[in-house]
T-cell receptor, first 115, second 113 residues
Framework: GAGVSQSPSNKVTEKGKDVELRCDPI?????LYWYRQSLGQGLEFLIY????????KSGLPSDRFSAERTGGSVSTLTIQRTQQEDSAVYLC?????????????FGPGTRLTVT | GDSVTQMEGPVTLSEEAFLTINCTYT??????LFWYVQYPGEGLQLLLK?????DKGSNKGFEATYRKETTSFHLEKGSVQVSDSAVYFC????????????FGQGTELSVKP
């Protein structure tokens, strides 16, 4: 079946603008994760969804970042008033807790550049 | 908090050389351990995993053994190929983390013919 998909693959935006990044998880996967990959910080966890609820938002770097998930499927990560330090690759992953080992499958990422 | 430390890269090897990438961890619970690989221009892929002490994960000629006594999960391959050139990430998750992965900083491997 299809893997995790993300859109857009690349996004260039001006400082101060809002952006929305989309993630379509593998069908049937109840858990969804957002991570950020940047040169200075490596791979950082942002937020975790189980179904439509987000029990762990501890990685969101500021209140400019928010995310939602609807229908237990698609998720959107929104960054308001973007800053240059938000430039990074945003990765989405999904998993099925039924495996017992939280094996996560990653999408190709969205490369965000804030100019 | 929980953390993962990997040996720094980049690592440059000749084809058919032996590879070791060191990984150690700190965890308050009993973690599951993973190695992920990122080939140039591609997304993260799970390479191998281990869920309990003394488990050995293996895939594509790579191996790693979960060593609880030394809190380590070193990645090894007996004979690397040019196609193994990639960035390798060690990671852990624990049940009380909800499955979120905590990654090491990544080790870039370059294999020369």
């Amino acid at each position: 079946g299809a893997g995790v998909s993300q859109s857009p693959s690349n996004k260039v935006t001006e400082k101060g603008k809002d952006v929305e990044l989309r993630c379509d998880p593998i069908s049937g996967h109840t858990a969804l994760y957002w991570y950020r990959q940047s040169l200075g910080q490596g791979l950082e966890f942002l937020i975790y969804f189980q179904g439509n609820s987000a029990p762990d938002k501890s990685g969101l770097p500021s209140d400019r970042f928010s995310a939602e998930r609807t229908g237990g499927s698609v998720s959107t990560l929104t960054i308001q008033r973007t800053q240059q330090e938000d430039s990074a690759v945003y990765l989405c992953a999904s998993s099925s807790p039924g495996t017992g080992v939280y094996e996560q499958y990653f999408g190709p990422g969205t490369r965000l550049t804030v100019t | 908090g929980d953390s993962v430390t990997q040996m720094e890269g980049p690592v440059t090897l000749s084809e058919e050389a032996f590879l070791t990438i060191n990984c150690t961890y700190t965890a308050t619970g009993y973690p599951s351990l993973f190695w992920y690989v990122q080939y140039p221009g591609e997304g993260l892929q799970l390479l191998l995993k281990a869920t309990k002490a003394d488990d050995k994960g293996s895939n594509k000629g790579f191996e790693a053994t979960y060593r609880k006594e030394t809190t380590s999960f070193h990645l090894e391959k007996g004979s690397v190929q040019v196609s193994d050139s990639a960035v390798y990430f060690c990671a852990l998750t624990t049940y009380n983390q909800g499955g979120k992965l905590i990654f090491g900083q990544g080790t870039e491997l370059s294999v020369k013919p």
